[in-house]
């Protein structure tokens, strides 16, 4: 995510193919803190098409941050984790 002021929210959106002969459905998105929160659509990713995950880091804490979410899809085992890094820096 790269420098962030403080207090400032960060947004990335994650995107992602289906490369599976089937439709992909997220099923949940869980967060590792507070910290952050997810969104995304509620419908099947088509075999190739292009899915979106879009999360937001709220930078409340001054320094360097590297924070998680897991995705469950659809008759998958297991999670998926994907990672924000960065750095929040203080504003006088």
Known sequence: MGDLLHHQEG?????FRNQTE???LIDNIRVGCGCTAADW???PVAPGE??????????????YFR???KVYFHGHRGAHKLWLEGFVEATE
């Open 22 to 24: 089937e439709a992909l």
């Open 41 to 43: 659509a509620d419908k």
């Open 11 to 15: 947004i990335h959106v994650f995107k």
């Open 50 to 63: 292009v899915g979106e995950i879009k999360v937001n880091y709220d930078a409340a804490r001054v320094g």
């Open 67 to 69: 924070k998680y979410v």
